[in-house]
């Protein structure tokens, strides 16, 4: 089954650091671009970052110098470091793949489930 | 203060047609194609429209997308209560490099 499943949410307190982990089954994560998207509570979407295949990386302003995607293809999975964590990080991260050949696209044609990040202040 | 604008909320009786707007610039939508998810509540968002007004497999053909300049429009024909959720259009800015979505636009089903 081609899926996407998110790890490594929880409690963390200001400051702190965190890894969210998603694991791909029935495609390889480094053959697309890979992105991961996040949603504060009551909030829209807010684009985090991508990767893509080739190992390009872009951030939105808000977590650039905080956050890091990485992939491991061995374990087919996508990674995002998350450190200096505050309030306004607190989300549900969804990792999501790319479903384009051209990879600057706002186009992703699967989700995962979503893991929640909360940051106490 | 999103860069995609949408409106916050769009309303309809069953079966009526609604159209969702999403209003963009020449660094997203004028150059990159609008892509439209749906979020049903408490769900993970799912794609619905692809590259401007393609659907994916599975997609209800009563779903359609639209562009034109910076704009872009998903219509929603023969409403059904099951329609009701949140609509995002996303596209790529090529002067940001990244993402952007738009504010999302809460559908009501009256």
């Known amino acids: 089954e081609v899926q996407l499943v998110e790890s490594g949410g929880g409690l963390v307190q200001s400051g702190g650091s965190l890894r969210l982990s998603c694991a791909a089954s029935?495609?390889?994560?480094?053959?697309?671009?890979m992105t991961w998207v996040r949603q504060a509570p009551g909030k829209g979407l807010e684009w985090v970052s991508v990767?893509?295949?080739?190992?390009?990386?872009y951030y939105a302003a808000s977590v650039k110098g905080r956050f890091t995607i990485s992939r491991d293809r061995s374990m087919n999975m996508l990674f995002l470091q998350m450190n200096s964590l505050s309030a306004e990080d607190t989300a549900v991260y969804y990792c999501?793949?790319?479903?384009?050949?051209?990879?600057?696209?706002?186009?992703?044609?699967?989700w995962g489930q979503g893991a929640l990040v909360t940051v106490s202040s | 203060q999103s860069l995609l604008t949408q409106p916050p909320s769009v309303s309809g009786t069953p079966g009526q047609r609604v159209i969702i707007s999403c209003s963009g610039s020449?660094?997203?939508?004028?150059?990159?194609?609008a892509n439209w998810y749906q979020q049903l509540p408490g769900k993970a968002p799912k794609l619905i429209i692809h590259?401007?007004?393609q659907r994916p497999s599975g997609v209800p053909d009563r779903f359609s997308g639209s562009k034109s300049g910076t704009s872009a429009s998903l219509a929603i024909s023969g409403l059904q209560s099951a329609d009701e959720a949140d609509y995002y259009c996303?596209?790529?800015?090529?002067?940001?490099?990244?993402?952007?979505f738009g504010g999302g636009t809460k559908l009501t089903v009256l």
């Open positions: 590259s401007n007004n």
């Open positions: 020449s660094s997203n939508i004028g150059s990159d194609s």
């Open positions: 029935g495609f390889s994560v480094s053959s697309k671009y």
């Open positions: 999501a793949r790319g479903g384009n050949f051209y990879e600057s696209s706002g186009y992703y044609d699967l």
């Open positions: 990767i893509y295949s080739g190992g390009t990386t």
């Open positions: 996303a596209a790529w800015d090529d002067r940001l490099k990244g993402v952007l």
